[in-house]
């Protein structure tokens, strides 16, 4: 008996927890929320193990909101200069953290609506804070869930915020979060976007855009 597109989505979250647990498992080395802000705009078109590289020395040098409100932005960009777009992060994440400490009293908001009104923080910054930090259910959708809902058949949609509303409508909400986690863990080790294994994927049975057969 065919399955439903209900059907179908129950049965890919459960093998995706299956393979990949429910541990909430963050990418991005922090300490404390504000860590994490700053390491997420810097993750912009970067991958996670170099901002990693980046964050330590700069953490080091700046260890508050309040320390990096004030710094030389020369001095900042020669810390982040490998991360690329460095002259445009180390002005959002100075002029971040001055907002941070003026507006928030030094605490990072759990707000969406307050979070995109900090420089370089957009949706996917705000709901990567929201999800790992405040444990609120949020979506983010990287390059990794982008492709993958499409492939998945999940999504037609390839507007970032569009596809997250999608997947509001397609997961439960109690999947929301560990979604994007297992998700990236599939787009780098199985469905890589330009050698896919389709062969190797454990969802290959209930995914549309499967390029082996039988699927």
Known sequence: MKMTKKQRVEKILELLDEHY????ICYL?????WQLLIAVILSAQCTDARVNIVTGPLFERYPSAGALADADVSEVENLIHSVGFYKNKARNIILASRRIVQDFGGEVPENLEELITLPGVGRKTANVIRGNIYDEPSIVVDTHVKRISNKLGFTKETDPEKVEYALMKVLPKDHWIMYNIQIITLGRQICIARRPKCGECFLKEYCPSCEVMPC
């Open 21 to 24: 647990g429910t541990e909430k």
């Open 29 to 33: 080395d922090h300490e404390n929320p």
